[in-house]
């Protein structure tokens, strides 16, 4: 821990009201960590929350009714897997009787359609299914979870059978990313609505597995080809949202809109983060809404506080024309790889430490991709492969 | 799978199941919403998405905003042929 950021928590931050930020738009609900896939990429912490210490439903109630009163338009309902819970319809049905767009992310091995039904007539809104690829086997190797995609095609047609919007998550690195058109052609065959063809971004456990991830610089500009014609082609038919890896990019992601000014995330024990990430970040004290008020927690944490705005900015961020553009990138990035939060998110081309980063993760690339270190956690629901 | 929708007088527009045209109360504010998307809306897109429902047409929508604004329905037809294309690019309108 760097010694200025021991002595944040005494300096006068900044409040959201006093940066001019409104209350957030979304609110991401990591409903459990308990999975029943173990993807190498997982956005997770690498410290698991248990079980034990999940907020119950009646807590998720109360965050739901402060989240709508602050203004809120969206939940999404996520994890690990959120379909874990055996309350997730009577959450659903509090969201959607508070008027918050409902939408689930989930992977779908444990759905069955009497639940999809259910879920539906409660007033879920949108159903994002995540893909690990288009081929079967290489599928449930990278989720770690035989018959899985399978199931998953099965649970898409669940989905539509009962009218719930469809969106297919389709995480893409270099051992998928040949089959990109393949993921576009089965979101049209699965009649979704949307596709989300998301590179991997590497923090978290995902950062663990790069080696085995990176695309090439080749691949993923044939890949940002192949999106961008589509994109013309299926115009008003599938909306096709894309991220690249930012390892690759000139500029660094505008990550959650800046640190703390549109959304927030809170993880099964009912902490209040910035990000899904940000635990990633050691010096961080997370305010809890089993003590405070949601709203009081967006004001004044520290937590959200600390890397609101530009005040926090070092060198070429502070004197950089992109500031508020960008927000400085990604602060759990800037951690992993630089090992001081507050530093310019080394994807963007002006860090310093850009070039050796970029480099070695394009090394990496080209060489064979490593064994997955894959993730284990929860109840065992079928046999690892 | 959808035929990318033409906006015209005779079309009758309607949200998607995904797509939500909702009154947020805490911030008095009509928004669009679908997934992972909030489209803010000036008054005069408030006032033409209040009268989509699937049963109306373009057409009609204008001329209803035509005498509610006193303006000739040709100009507003235009602002709403324009508005609705535009989210239906985007996935938010069909018919």
Known sequence: ?385 | MKDILKINESVKPKFPKHVRFRHNKARDEWVVLAPERLVKLDPVAVEILKLVDGKVSVGEISADLSKKFNAPKEVIMKDVIEMLQELSDKGFIEE
């Open chain 1, 1 to 385: 821990m760097k010694s200025d950021e021991l002595k944040s928590g005494s300096k006068q931050l900044k409040t959201a009201s006093e940066h001019g930020i409104q209350a957030p738009l979304a609110l991401l609900a990591e409903l459990s960590h308990r999975c029943p896939l173990q993807c190498p990429y997982c956005s997770n912490p690498v410290q698991l929350e248990k079980k034990t210490g999940e907020l119950t439903t009646d807590e998720w109630k109360s965050v739901i009714d402060q989240a709508v009163d602050m203004g809120m338009h969206q939940i999404h309902l996520s994890g690990g897997e959120p379909t874990v819970r055996h309350d997730l319809e009577d959450i659903v049905e509090h969201c959607t009787v508070k008027g918050l767009y409902t939408n689930l992310i989930t992977s779908g091995v444990l759905l069955n359609p009497d639940r999809l039904k259910k879920l539906e007539k409660l007033g879920l809104e949108h159903v994002q299914l995540s893909f690990q690829d288009t081929d079967n086997e290489n599928a449930d190797r990278i989720g770690g979870y035989k018959g899985g995609h399978a199931k998953k095609l099965e649970v898409a047609k669940w989905v539509r059978e009962v009218e719930l919007p469809l969106t297919c998550n389709c995480v893409v690195h270099r051992q998928n990313i040949d089959n990109l058109e393949n993921f576009i052609q089965m979101a049209l065959d699965l009649d979704a609505e949307r596709v989300e063809i998301a590179q991997v971004q590497y923090y978290g456990w995902a950062l663990k597995n790069r080696a085995a991830f990176i695309p090439t610089p080749e691949q993923l500009d044939h890949a940002t080809e192949i999106v961008e014609k589509a994109r013309i082609d299926l115009k008003g038919k599938l909306v096709i949202d894309y991220v690249i890896p930012d390892y690759y990019a000139k500029h660094p992601k505008n990550c959650m809109g800046g640190w703390g000014r549109r959304f927030l995330n809170m993880n099964p024990k009912g902490e209040v983060l910035p990000c899904h990430a940000a635990e990633t970040i050691p010096h961080l004290k997370f305010d809890n809404v089993r003590e405070k008020s949601l709203k009081w927690i967006w004001e004044n944490s520290e937590a959200f506080n600390l890397y609101r705005g530009t005040d926090w900015m070092p060198d070429p961020c502070k004197s950089c024309d992109r500031k508020e553009i960008d927000w400085g990138g990604c602060r759990c990035q800037a951690m992993a790889l630089t090992g001081d939060a507050k530093n310019t998110d080394p994807a963007c081309s002006i860090s310093p430490l850009h070039k050796e980063i970029f480099a070695m993760a394009a090394e990496e690339a080209r060489r064979a991709p490593p064994e997955f270190i894959y993730r284990r956690y929860g109840v065992r629901f079928n046999s690892p492969i």
